[in-house]
């Protein structure tokens, strides 16, 4: 009880035997138009990952909270039994070139249950980098967007944020 008062999304069906809250590594890839990899521990239960980062008209300089623009996604991951999974971004993957001497700053959001793909959120999969359907604004409007259409009882678990470097 008191843990799920410490933390409101925690539950033990999430997460691994241990009372461990989940953790991410981050696989470099060049070149960047390659999917990045991402390991993740802690968790045994199939999951969705969001891939969020700031656009190209926002000033990537000042790190934010608020991304809002949607770069890549994997449907269903199945973590294995000892809560750690591997996984690239299969079902979309596309990011904005780095500028050079710049870094840009990414998240890679964890949903569980999987969500499906909404609508809203298929008319960007498969676009351009630019294009302005990938444009949400906001990660929490991202949220309220794939919740709603992909599946209302999915909650974001974890959140892996990283820089690429130009």
């Not at 890839?29 to 990899?37: E, V």
Request: with cysteine.
């Amino acid at each position: 009880m008191l843990l799920s008062l410490l933390r409101p999304n925690w539950s033990f069906k999430d997460r691994g035997m241990s009372l461990v809250t989940p953790m991410c590594e981050v696989h470099k890839r060049y070149p960047y138009n390659k999917s990045i990899g991402v390991t993740v521990y802690g968790l045994t239960r199939d999951f969705t990952a969001v891939l969020t980062g700031y656009g190209l008209d926002q000033d990537r300089t000042k790190p934010r909270s608020n991304k809002g623009y949607l770069y890549g996604w994997n449907s269903r991951v199945k973590p294995s039994r000892n809560g750690k999974v591997s996984f690239l971004f299969y079902s979309d993957f596309v990011v904005p070139k780095p500028v050079k001497g710049q870094s840009a700053e990414f998240c890679s959001h964890i949903y569980s249950p999987p969500l499906k793909i909404g609508p809203t959120v298929r008319k960007a999969l498969g676009s351009s980098v630019d294009d302005p359907n990938r444009n949400f604004i906001s990660d929490e409007k991202l949220d309220l967007v794939i919740r709603r259409e992909g599946n209302p009882h999915s909650k974001k678990i974890a959140s892996c944020c990283f820089l690429t470097h130009g």
